[in-house]
């Protein structure tokens, strides 16, 4: 016996990574719903090896379903997510609404797979930001050994988290670079970003740190331990899919870069490659479709008492995304609804 599944969004990038994921992973599916909105009704989508008609969000009855992955934004996710769970479906969000929400849990399965068990206060679980969820999976196990201090992190995201959009201006700036009279003037973002890197994603806020920033700190926190101090600084780069971080670490122990790395390897959800020479660490466009995520470059920080540099990388449409709502579906199902 398997569940009914509802994916909200299933015509945009993360949606139907999500409708991949769910087969690729064969997540027990009795019945599945791919729900759009008005302009996209109709639309068809893949799901395995089978195509299926996207319904109207609007119009959708909730009532009956056990799970339901939303990646709507913000705005549809709060006239839609509370329709749903208060019609008895568990909605997986996707969008920051929710997620500094103390009645929501904030997952990641590979982290605080516990936090689950707190869902039913409103139904609701939330799936953390992009640059946040690859970072934490590599913090906690070296975090349960020697307990983290203070992270300072330099984010490398790629377009793919502003949406379509952002992919195309990309493909259209590059393109225009080379041949006359199809230049593209920045719509989604403030400069040009084609051969470009862009030290701003969301707003500025009064503390001159931007939203992404914020979204990277409160998160750790919530997900990690409250007690972490994080500074971040995030920039977008002309990369389609993959983000990259670079991570410094301060604990409050001396931990080894031999024993990191070995505790690195051992972590769910991680694959470390390592090594000092040419080409021997992992760039976005290595990680493409692929569900870990991605250690290199682990070396002590001999600047500090008990430091580590760590680079991070990983498919944030995947992991960052719809991998972790799909992980998030499992860890609901083992853990609360037993059924599959």
């Known amino acids: ?117 707190g869902y039913a206060k409103k139904n609701i679980i939330a799936n953390p930001n992009c640059s946040t969820a690859q970072m934490v999976v590599a913090l ?15 984010t490398y995201q790629s377009v793919s988290g502003s949406g379509k959009e952002a992919i195309d201006e990309l493909w259209d700036q590059t393109k225009g670079m080379y ?58 780069v002309p990369v389609f899919v993959g983000h990259s971080e670079s991570i410094n670490i301060e604990f409050e122990e001396f931990l080894d870069e031999d024993e990191a790395r070995d505790i690195l390897r051992e972590a769910p959800g991680i694959m470390v490659i390592d090594k000092r020479e040419p080409g021997g660490y992992v760039t976005p466009i290595e990680c493409v479709g692929d569900y870990a995520t991605f250690i290199s470059r682990i070396r002590q920080d001999v600047t500090i008492e008990n430091g580590i540099n760590l680079w991070c990388v990983s498919d944030n449409l995947r992991k960052g995304a719809a991998l972790n709502a799909v992980q998030i579906a499992e860890t609901l199902g083992k853990r609360v609804l037993k059924k599959g």
Not at 11 to 16: A, F, I, M, S
């Open 140 to 154: 906690k196990p070296l975090h349960d050994r020697a307990k983290i201090k203070r992270v300072v992190v330099s």
């Open 179 to 236: 041949v006359p009279g199809q230049e593209k003037e920045p719509k989604v973002y403030p400069k040009q970003i084609a051969f470009n890197v862009i030290p701003q994603i969301d707003v500025f806020m009064d503390s001159g740190d931007t939203k992404e920033e914020w979204k990277m700190v409160t998160e750790t926190k919530k997900i990690v331990d409250p007690s972490i101090k994080v500074t971040a600084t995030c920039v977008r």
């Open 1 to 117: 016996m398997g569940y009914k599944v509802v994916v909200a969004g299933a015509t945009g990038n993360v949606g139907r990574e999500m409708l991949n994921i769910l087969a690729e992973r064969q997540f027990p599916v009795d019945e599945l719903a791919a729900l759009a909105s008005r302009r996209s009704l109709g639309t068809e989508v893949s799901f395995g090896d089978k195509t299926v008609t996207t319904q109207d969000i609007e119009q959708f009855d909730f009532a009956g379903w056990d799970i339901a992955l939303f990646a709507i934004g913000s705005d549809a996710t709060k006239k839609y997510a509370p329709i749903a769970a208060a019609a008895g479906c568990i909605v997986i969000d996707n969008s920051s609404l929710y997620r500094y929400d103390p009645d929501v849990p904030l997952v990641v399965p590979e982290v605080n797979p516990e936090a689950v068990d």
